[in-house]
């Protein structure tokens, strides 16, 4: 779902389907029940976890229960990531939402950290995405860490060992 994505056309040649963002098993299986017009492939319910905050530094933080923070993020879906910050317990002081792959330049980065001070926040926080693609040397007057978070697999976890299985395989015959 979503824009610069395939036709749903396309589904029906997919070995495997991921349907992100999963929050309970009515939901993965309305969207499931949707795609079946498309594809007979199997489909698998994911989520992403938070499981940590983290610098360049390699420094943690253990909680983010009552601070006020501020967000930037590229991503397709700005909205969730939001959500993640949240129910992590933080409180959004600001957020600035950059055009999905859009790299913020340094002077922009520094316009939100000051405009981020004003509100408030003691904290910038981005998404992986996003950090990957700002500039190591950056001396900025608040801290700047991303949220590391991991798929997990939340509905149909039988399809995604069978996936594992067949990738497995194509390996080991890769090798012979």
Request: charged letters at 25%.
């Amino acid at each position: 779902r979503g824009y610069l994505r395939d036709s749903p056309k396309r589904l029906a040649i997919a070995d495997f389907i991921f349907i992100n963002h999963i929050q309970d098993e009515n939901q993965f299986n309305e969207l499931k029940n949707e795609l079946r017009s498309f594809t007979s492939a199997p489909i698998i319910g994911v989520q992403m976890i938070p499981k940590r905050v983290v610098n360049a530094l390699g420094e943690e933080w253990k909680s983010l229960n009552q601070m006020r923070v501020s967000v930037f993020c590229g991503l397709g879906k700005p909205s969730s990531f939001f959500k993640t910050i949240e129910s992590m317990g933080a409180h959004i002081a600001e957020k600035w939402i950059l055009p999905d792959h859009m790299t913020p330049s340094e002077k922009e980065l520094r316009d939100f950290v000051n405009l981020s001070e004003e509100r408030g926040s003691g904290l910038i926080l981005c998404s992986e995405k996003d950090w990957v693609k700002l500039p190591l040397h950056l001396q900025l007057t608040l801290p700047i860490a991303f949220v590391d978070a991991e798929l997990q697999v939340v509905c149909e976890n039988e399809n995604y060992q069978k996936l594992i299985q067949m990738v497995s395989e194509k390996i080991e015959m890769e090798k012979n």
